[in-house]
């Protein structure tokens, strides 16, 4: 590619679930929330709608932070907003990451880090999880700039406890970025890394609005760390990076905890009885603290079962990558959806 | 600071405009449209808002793309949309600017460009416009990675004709970016590079909806150029950079192009009033195809004026930076805005 940096010529870019603009899917394959933000997001979106669009947004979210803050006992000055958690996951780059300096994270995981990595020509360090998906041994000596530690993990939805996280947060020799856009679906209560940042200077918590809060379309994140790391991202970070409906939403959101919350032990019900089902069906399935399952047939293509679910108007996510080619990612739909998708699945084994 | 890449720690931070939360400031620093946006579009969010809002947005925002193609008389692989006009630079400069790369640009213009410059820990070089505001003879020998022309530019008004950029982008030996966020004030019509792209392959023009739409609370911009650079470009950016509403938004404004004309028509009237007034008050007032003018009082520090204004709640542009301390930049809003301002700037005067 002409005029191009050799790096981004090289690369691949990062291909995102199938997002099908035809009806009539049902849509496990992106870890979307199956039930609608709280209606009182929708009124604050409503009211929003007003010729002040034609106004820039408050360049720091303000509003947003001192919420965000409130709800996650932290100061304002620990919280930035970002146009989703992707976006703070980009500046985190842009913040730590040079030509050539390391960047290291358990796999499998979230396949952005590495289209990131190679966006700064930085070096990627994978590291294997061992098979119980815990902090691997050699993670922390990789001489990293920055390690990431997606948790609840994706695609396997396992979890690792919080004093794993800071005996991880105090080995490496960079920032931790500890990726919790799952968090909220975890089993237990105190899953999330968020009261750590107070006593550990390079640990960053990334939250997103995508998941627990139904609000994927509208891309909110938050990224929260000490007040020196969140003012040199600030830096870095866009003018006015988030825009005046997506600010309101995620506040809105943030005021209304009881609606997230009831979704959420929604999705941990359905959940379960989707790992007893799919276990019932012969496969493995990792235990998941996330919105979805990783479900595995040890050393068996799933190709042809993601590609016949599909055929069925069922997307559920397939990664064509080594370790992965026997396992399917199924985000936790609503009960029917759940109930659809069993019954296809028992229909394709026959 | 610890962690941090020094080139980060190193640099300043771009300061946007005040953006004063507090009600009753006629607000004519940061180049806003004073008129609402259409009622087409607000329909549309209204329409939108609505339990989708849980899914992921298109991840290439193709509606949009398509809608802007047929517009601007390109091909949908021509476009790509960015999360205001600030992300598509920011894009670029990942793109096709690593560390110690040059970047050149006339200056006095937009100060984002030296913020992104600075992010990518590469080379800026500044090239004085002359007097005029013509393109400078020296720009394009610069050996620049990236060549920046902001067009009609901030802060001066003035606007350089299609031969010169054609010029410019066949003479520069690596990316020219032409930024037309106010293009679409221009005195005449056919001010845009816009038909230029398909002849010129090292050409990316950039447009914004924060300006002559009035949605600049939505954050949304287009980048139009060869299928190669798009395609790059779509490599680094995020993978869903944009959310639901603001697409739509956007798509609604475009196919509302009379809404958007009338209100260019009233700005340029407003312009015309402005830049006579403030003549007749003493000022140079530099032949403005945007929706703002710059005034001078050669060698005189203008930031006195600008804090009285303030005192008397208007908010105009005073750049704090040599060669600029002598100018006040100011937006052109309705008629009556138009007349405080020249009233209470005759009676600070007095």
């Known amino acids: 590619m002409r005029y191009f940096r050799s790096n981004i010529g090289a690369m691949a870019g990062y291909v995102p679930g199938e997002q099908p603009q035809a009806d009539g899917f049902i849509k496990l394959n992106t870890n979307e929330n199956p039930y609608a933000p709280s209606p009182k997001v929708c009124s604050a979106l409503r009211q929003a709608i007003a010729p002040s669009l034609r106004l820039y947004p408050e360049p720091l979210s303000d509003t947003l932070r001192s919420t965000a803050a409130s709800v996650y006992g932290v100061k304002r ?11 703070l996951l980009s500046i985190l780059l842009r913040c ?22 190679d966006i700064q020509d930085g070096i990627t360090v994978h590291v294997d999880f061992p098979s119980d998906f815990a902090v691997p041994e050699s ?49 237990s209560e105190g899953a999330s890394s968020i009261p750590l940042i107070s006593r550990l200077p390079n640990l960053v918590v ?5 998941k627990s809060y139904s609000l994927a379309g509208m891309r909110i994140g938050l990224a929260l760390a000490s007040d020196e790391i969140i003012s040199g991202m600030m830096k870095v970070k866009d003018s006015y990076n988030v825009n005046r409906l997506s600010m309101i939403a ?14 959420v032990r929604r999705i941990q019900r359905g959940r379960k009885k989707l790992m007893a089902a799919l276990r019932r069906l012969g496969y493995s399935v990792y235990p998941s603290h996330a919105n979805f399952v990783l479900a595995r047939k ?38 029917r959806e759940i109930q659809v998708l069993l019954k296809e699945m028992a229909a394709i084994d026959d």
Chains 1, 2 share one sequence.
């Open 77 to 87: 000055s620990n919280v930035i907003v970002g146009n989703g958690s992707d976006e």
């Open 96 to 117: 730590f990451v040079g030509s050539q300096d390391r960047v290291a994270f358990p796999t499998p995981t979230y396949s952005l880090y590495d289209t990131l990595v």
């Open 139 to 187: 993670l922390a000596g990789q001489n990293a700039a920055v390690t990431f530690l997606c948790n609840p993990n994706a695609p396997s939805g396992t979890l690792v406890s919080l004093p794993e996280v800071e005996r991880l947060a105090r080995a490496v020799s960079g920032i931790l970025v500890v990726d919790e856009a799952y968090v909220d679906f975890a089993e």
């Open 206 to 210: 990334l939250r997103t609005f995508s």
């Open 250 to 263: 995620a506040t809105a959101a943030l005021q209304d905890p009881a609606w997230m919350n009831r979704n």
């Open 298 to 335: 040890i050393g068996q293509n799933l190709k042809g079962v993601y590609e016949e679910l599909k055929r069925r108007k069922i997307l559920v996510r397939y990664f064509d990558a080594p370790g992965l080619q026997d396992c399917l990612r199924i985000t936790v739909g609503t009960p």
